[in-house]
C-alpha cells in the first residue's frame, strides 16, 4: 500500500496570519492544501491519504475537505506533533494502528504548502524508494549556499555542486522509517529537538536516494511566496 | 487542479505556466500520453506564420493530435487508468446545413486556444473516444485520420463518375493518411501517389504506383485527385492535377498554404471540375477513424510505419528537442509524456 502523508500541523506564523494556519489560506480558487491533495488524489499509485494538522484545526480540516470532490480516495485528517519529524512518526502510528504493517508499505510525506508537486515526481519517489528504501526530493541551488559557525562571518564555501536544496516529498519504506523510530527511542533520543527525519535516516545508516524536483515545488511559507504562487497562476499581459 | 501548461510563447520558445484547471460535472480530467506534432504545429513552432498570426495567437500551447489516459470521471462511466482520444473541437455551435468543423464558432485547440501539452487536460465527456487493446500509440493519428476520413466523404458525396483511379499528390503525413484511408474504405480503387522524394514515396508500398513529380508518364489520367502538398509547391501540384484529371473529376484540396495560390480557372470550367475543401473534422469524424483503426488490420499495420521517432518528453526542453527532430523526420514525431 502506498500512504501519502500530507504535512500541515504549522500555525502560519511566517505568514504573519496566526489566525490561521497557511495551507488553508487561498491561492486562485481553492485553499492551498486542496490544490495539493488534489496531486494525491489523481495519483495512480496512492491509495490512502493522512493530513496532519494542529489539533486545534483538526475539525475545520475536515470541514473544508469534505466540501470538495477527493475522487473516491480515503482521506483522514489526524492532529500532529510539534515539527515535520514528530508529524511523520505521527502518521507512521496512525497507519500501523489502523491498517497494519506490510513489507512492501510505502509512505510519501509531503508539505501541504507545495500546491505544485508533478505526478513525476510522486511517481519517481514512489519507485525510489520501493527500489533502495528511501527517496528525497532535491534541487540544485540557484545561490551559493554558505557556511557560519557564528551567524556574523563566513566559515566556508562548500562546492556548489555538492549543495542541494530539499523539497517535499520525502519517501520511506514503512518499515524502514519504523525501525529508525524504534532505534531513536531505544537510544533515548528525543524528537522534538529534531526537525529533519532524513538526517535520522542517514545518521542510522541508511540509505536515502534522491529524486530531481522542481523550481516551481515552491513551499509558500511568507506573504511573498503567497504572492509569487498568485502570479505564477494569473494570466501573463499579452 | 494545478495543471502545467507548456506555450509557445515566440518562434523556438516553449516556457510553462501554471494554471488552474476546473471541472465540472460533464468535464473528465485526463493526462495526455502520446502526442504527434502536425505541420500545422511546425509552422508555429518555427515562426512560419505571419508576424500578424503569431502576435494574435501566442503564447499558446500547441499540439490537437492526442492520446490521454483517464484520471477522474466523477459519473464514474470513464474508469481511472482507461485510454481515450481526445477531440480537438470545441463544439460550442451548431448551425444548421454547416458541419460543426467549419463553423468558426467552433474553437479548435492549438489554433487560438491552448492545444495538448499540459500535463492535466480537462474535457466534455463528449470529447473522449475510448480506445483500448494493442497499439495504443497509433490512435494519437486518429484526428489526421479523420480529417482524410472527412475528406472522403466530402469526395463521396460530390464525385459525379466513378471512382477507378485516384490521385494523390503530396509525399508527407497528410498524403500518406489519405492514400491508407482510401486504401481501407475504398479497396477497389487504383491508387497513384505523386511526390517530391523517392525515399518518401517508398513508405508508401500499399499503394499501386507512386512517381515523382518530374516523373509523371505522358498520357496517364486520373478520375480524381487529392491535393496533400500545400505550401508554394500546391500551385504546380494543383497545375498537374488539372493537367490529367479527367473531367468533372473531383478535386479535394487538404494541403494548407500561407500564400495565395493561383490556380487556371479556365481548366476549371473547361473540364467541368468540382472542387471542394477540407478542414479539420469533429468528433463523429474521429469516431469513424478510431473505429477504422480498431478493425482494420491494414490501417494499424500501416500507421505503425508512420512513425518516424518517438521523443521521450520528461522535461520542457524535450518538447523543444521533439519539434526539433520532427523537422529531420521524413513522417511523424510523436511525443511520449512522461513529465
Known sequence: ?238 | MISRVYRLVDTKRIEMVLREVEFEDDVVLTAPDYLSICAADQRYYFGKRSREILKIKLPMALIHEATATVLYDNSGRLKQGSKAVLVPLIEKARTSGIKSNYDPANPYVSSGIDGFIRDYVAVQRNRLIPIEGEYLPIYVFSELLSVAINALEAFDSTRCTDAGTVGIWGDGNMGYITSLALKCLYPDVEIIVVGKTLRKLQRFSFVDRTYTFDEVPNGISIDHAFECVGGSSSETAIKQIFDITMPQGCISLLGVSEEAVPINTRTVLEKGFRIIGNNRSNADDMKKAVSLIRDSDICKKYLTTLISEIVEVKEEKDISHAFEQSSLNDFKTIMKMEI
Open chain 1, 1 to 238: 500500500m502506498v500512504y501519502a502523508g500530507i504535512l500541515a500541523a504549522g500555525m502560519g506564523v511566517r505568514m504573519n496570519r496566526q489566525d490561521m494556519p497557511k495551507p488553508f489560506l487561498q491561492l486562485g480558487k481553492k485553499p492551498i492544501i486542496i490544490h495539493t491533495l488534489e496531486q494525491f488524489f489523481i495519483s495512480r499509485q496512492v491509495e490512502k491519504i493522512i493530513v496532519v494538522v494542529h489539533e486545534f484545526w483538526k475539525r475545520y480540516a475536515e470541514d473544508m475537505i469534505s466540501k470538495h470532490d477527493t475522487m473516491g480516495k480515503d482521506v483522514v485528517v489526524i492532529a500532529g506533533g510539534d515539527n515535520k519529524t514528530a508529524s511523520i512518526k505521527m502518521i507512521s502510528e496512525h497507519i500501523v494502528m489502523t491498517w497494519g504493517i506490510h513489507d512492501e508499505d510505502i509512505l510519501l510525506a509531503h508539505d501541504a504548502v507545495r500546491p505544485f508537486i508533478t505526478q513525476r515526481m510522486i511517481d519517481e519517489n514512489i519507485d525510489t524508494a520501493d527500489r533502495v528504501g528511501a527517496a528525497n526530493t532535491v534541487m540544485t541551488t540557484n545561490d551559493t549556499i554558505i557556511v557560519t559557525l557564528n551567524g556574523r562571518t563566513l566559515a566556508e564555501i562548500p562546492p556548489k555542486s555538492t549543495m542541494f536544496a530539499q523539497q517535499t516529498p520525502i519517501t520511506f519504506k514503512l518499515n524502514l522509517l519504523n525501525t529508525v523510530f524504534h532505534n531513536i527511542s531505544r537510544q533515548g533520543g528525543a524528537l522534538e529537538t529534531e526537525t529533519e527525519i532524513a538526517r535520522l535516516f542517514v545518521q542510522q545508516g541508511y540509505e536515502m536516494q534522491l529524486v530531481t524536483g522542481e523550481y516551481s515545488n515552491m513551499k509558500i511559507i511568507n506573504p511573498y511566496d503567497l504572492e509569487v504562487a498568485e502570479a505564477l497562476l494569473q494570466e501573463r499581459m499579452k
